[in-house]
């Protein structure tokens, strides 16, 4: 009698058993996104045939398969479009995101081009082909020497034109009236 308990204790423990699902772990260690390349204290250049057209400094940079992380960046892009009249954008962030030619940049996020344009945010979307920026957060921003701040920024580059939501614009009228005398 103890031994048929013992085999339908068993039978009943195996079936059962087998009906309960099995977390395969080489399969989630497989899909984590692991670096493939990390970099401390880089400079990295970007070179054409003509010239050096992208410049990156970071405290530290991590290649992934489909993005690059950049911490404490600062990214200098060079003007490649002879009938464009600026010499460099600047990008600066605490972290920078690149996926493709999208670079994701937040905190302390700091946008310049030349002495034309200077943005203060903390999120901004920048497109280096299309050469547009966007975000969706609050940001202060010198245009030539008047100010601009305002939500929500759309700045289209290549055909110098920038919108805001609640933008609020202040015009140096000094400048204006000395360029005038």
Do not use: C
Request: hydrophobic fraction near 40%; charged fraction near 30%.
């Amino acid at each position: 009698m103890g031994i048929k308990s013992f085999v339908i204790a068993l039978l009943f423990i195996a079936t059962v058993s087998y009906f309960i699902p099995v977390n395969n772990l080489k399969k989630n260690t497989a899909e984590k996104d692991l670096p493939l390349v990390v970099f401390e204290k880089p400079i990295m250049y970007t070179l054409d045939d003509k010239s050096v057209h992208r410049i990156i400094i970071a405290d530290q940079a991590v290649k992934y398969e489909k993005r690059d992380e950049m911490f404490n960046a600062n990214i200098t892009l060079k003007n490649q479009d002879p009938t464009k009249d600026f010499n460099s954008e600047n990008l600066k962030a605490d972290l920078i995101v690149k996926k493709g030619d999208v670079y994701t940049l937040t905190n302390n996020v700091k946008y310049k081009r030349d002495n034309f344009i200077k943005v203060n945010t903390n999120e901004l979307i920048y497109d280096d082909i299309k050469k547009i920026a966007k975000n969706s957060k609050p940001f202060e921003s010198i245009y030539n020497t008047h100010f601009f701040k305002g939500t929500n920024l759309y700045l289209d580059i290549n055909n110098d034109y920038i919108t805001a939501k609640n933008a609020h614009f202040e015009i140096d009228v000094d400048k204006n009236l000395k360029g005038k005398k």
